[in-house]
T-cell receptor, first 118, second 113 residues
Framework: DAGVIQSPRHEVTEMGQEVTLRCKPISGHDYLFWYRQTMMRGLELLIYFNNNVPIDDSGMPEDRFSAKMPNASFSTLKIQPSEPRDSAVYFC????????????????FGPGTRLTVL | AQSVTQLGSHVSVSEGALVLLRCNYSSSVPPYLFWYVQYPNQGLQLLLK??????LVKGINGFEAEFKKSETSFHLTKPSAHMSDAAEYFCAVSDAGFQKLVFGTGTRLLVSP
C-alpha cells in the first residue's frame, strides 16, 4: 500500500490567500483525521471523519478553516483567508475499524504539508 | 477527559546507553496506549501499542513499553541507544472503541556518540 498521501508537501503563500491541502487516505480505511503541528502548541487534532462524515470538528480554530471529504479516497482542508499564524505542518492520518468490530485505534500518518504564510 | 503527560521535553543519552522516555496517562476507562516516533521532516510512525493484552509490549527498532495500571504509566525503553534513534517521541491514549487519539507534547531524544 502507498500509505497516506498528502499534497502539496510544501506550500508558501501570502496572507489573505486561500490555501487547500489535500489528503488521500489508505484504501479501505474508514476514519480520516487532520492534525496541525507547531512548536508552540504541539500536535493538535483539528477534525476527523468517519465514513466521509465529520464527527468532531471542535479542534478547528476558526471559521477560516473548513474540511471536506467528498468520497472515501479524498479529503481537503481549506484555509480562507490564510494568516501568518496558520504557518504549521498539517498532517492527515487514517485508520480502520476491523471487520470484526475490534478497533485498536492505530492511525497511519501522511508525511505532512509544511505551510508557510508570509 | 483522557490525557497523557510526557515528562521531559528533551532527553539526552549516549550511544549504547539505556533509553527511558516517560509517559503517564489519565483515563476513566481502560485505555489503549500508543507510542509514535517522528523523524525530522516526516510524519508520525507507530512504534508500539497496548490494547489490553500483554502488559509488556514490544515494538519496532528494539523498543518496548510496559503498561502499569497501578502507576498509570506507559514508559518507553530501549536497552541500548543508537544514533538513528534520535527523533521525537509521542505518547498517545484513546478509549477502546473510539478512534480519537490524545497525544502528549512529545519528548525529543538526543543521542550523542
Amino acid at each position: 500500500d502507498a500509505g497516506v498521501i498528502q499534497s502539496p508537501r510544501h506550500e508558501v503563500t501570502e496572507m489573505g490567500q486561500e490555501v487547500t491541502l489535500r489528503c488521500k487516505p489508505i484504501s479501505g480505511h474508514d476514519y480520516l483525521f487532520w492534525y496541525r503541528q507547531t512548536m508552540m502548541r504541539g500536535l493538535e487534532l483539528l477534525i476527523y471523519f468517519n465514513n466521509n462524515v465529520p464527527i468532531d470538528d471542535s479542534g478547528m480554530p476558526e471559521d477560516r478553516f473548513s474540511a471536506k471529504m467528498p468520497n472515501a479516497s479524498f479529503s481537503t482542508l481549506k484555509i480562507q483567508p490564510s494568516e501568518p499564524r496558520d504557518s504549521a505542518v498539517y498532517f492527515c492520518a487514517s485508520s480502520l475499524v476491523t471487520l470484526q468490530g475490534a478497533s485498536y485505534n492505530e492511525q497511519f500518518f501522511g508525511p505532512g504539508t509544511r505551510l508557510t504564510v508570509l | 477527559a483522557q490525557s497523557v503527560t510526557q515528562l521531559g521535553s528533551h532527553v539526552s543519552v549516549s550511544e549504547g546507553a539505556l533509553v527511558l522516555l516517560r509517559c503517564n496517562y489519565s483515563s476513566s476507562v481502560p485505555p489503549y496506549l500508543f507510542w509514535y516516533v517522528q523523524y525530522p521532516n516526516q510524519g508520525l510512525q507507530l512504534l508500539l501499542k497496548y490494547t489490553s493484552a500483554a502488559t509488556l509490549v514490544k515494538g519496532i527498532n528494539g523498543f518496548e513499553a510496559e503498561f502499569k495500571k497501578s502507576e498509570t504509566s506507559f514508559h518507553l525503553t530501549k536497552p541500548s541507544a543508537h544514533m538513528s534513534d534520535a527523533a521525537e517521541y509521542f505518547c498517545a491514549v484513546s478509549d477502546a472503541g473510539f478512534q480519537k487519539l490524545v497525544f502528549g507534547t512529545g519528548t525529543r531524544l538526543l543521542v550523542s556518540p
